[in-house]
């Protein structure tokens, strides 16, 4: 069965570093997206992207993120300058449509800001 | 991917039980519902879908019911196994938006 798949699994970075995290997305979805979630909380939205542009961010997803779809097969999120309130499970999530379509989501990448 | 809430509610239940993990939704314009299952070190996984023209949807061991008027949800899940132990969610959709709103979960224990 196709999935998404995120590397890397674990990402250990000092604060102020600019940080690539990486998705492959199920090969004919066409929606693209990133959530994270913080140690004990609720998985939250940052934003999706669809035909090479973000659709919808959160609050959360300011100046310091980024997206970006560079080849035909991969999806990355950015963190510019990370902070310590950074550290979360990001989960890169895709469907083949937007509405009422079901996002299926990789197994994440855990990281952690020193 | 670790969904550990450490206030998470939890419900425990016998192998061979019925299990039902209910959910509160909080945007009347959400159209879409969706539930996972989140094992530990694993993404959320989908579980089953429902829109909003819907009250039932039935999969393989599993029914989701929703209740429009006061914004419920719940999964019923047949004959428990211990495979079925995990962190559950429910998932909204609406507003015109297909971002998904979470909720905070429930942990599902099965005992043999």
């Known amino acids: 069965e196709p999935e998404v798949t995120q590397t890397p699994s674990h990402q250990v970075t000092q604060m102020g570093q600019e940080v690539i995290l990486r998705c492959v997305p199920i090969?004919?979805?066409?929606?693209f997206y990133w959530y994270r979630q913080i140690l004990g909380q609720k998985v939250e939205f940052l934003v999706s992207f669809y035909n090479n542009e973000i659709s919808e961010k959160s609050e959360i997803f300011d100046d310091q993120f980024s997206v970006e779809r560079p080849d035909g097969s991969n999806f990355t999120l950015k963190i510019r300058s990370t902070k310590l309130e950074d550290s979360a499970m990001y989960f890169c999530?895709?469907?083949?449509?937007?509405?009422?379509?079901?996002?299926?989501f990789g197994d994440g990448t855990r990281l952690s800001i020193l | 991917g670790e969904s550990v809430g450490l206030h998470l509610p939890t419900l425990s239940v016998q192998e061979g039980d019925n299990s039902i993990i209910n959910c509160a939704y909080s945007?009347?314009?959400?159209?879409?519902f969706i539930w996972y299952k989140q094992e530990s070190g694993k993404g959320p996984q989908f579980i089953i879908d429902?829109?909003?023209?819907?009250d039932k949807r039935q999969g393989q061991r599993v029914t989701v019911l929703l209740n429009k008027t006061v914004k419920h949800l719940s999964l019923q899940i047949a004959a428990t196994q211990p495979g079925d132990s995990a962190v559950y969610f429910c998932?909204?959709?609406?507003?015109?938006?297909?971002?998904?709103?979470f909720g905070a979960g429930t942990r599902l224990a099965v005992h043999p």
């Open positions: 998932a909204e959709m609406g507003g015109g938006y297909n971002k998904l709103i």
């Open positions: 999530a895709s469907s083949e449509g937007g509405r009422d379509q079901p996002q299926h």
């Open positions: 429902i829109r909003s023209n819907m």
């Open positions: 090969s004919n979805h066409l929606y």
């Open positions: 945007n009347s314009a959400s159209d879409y």
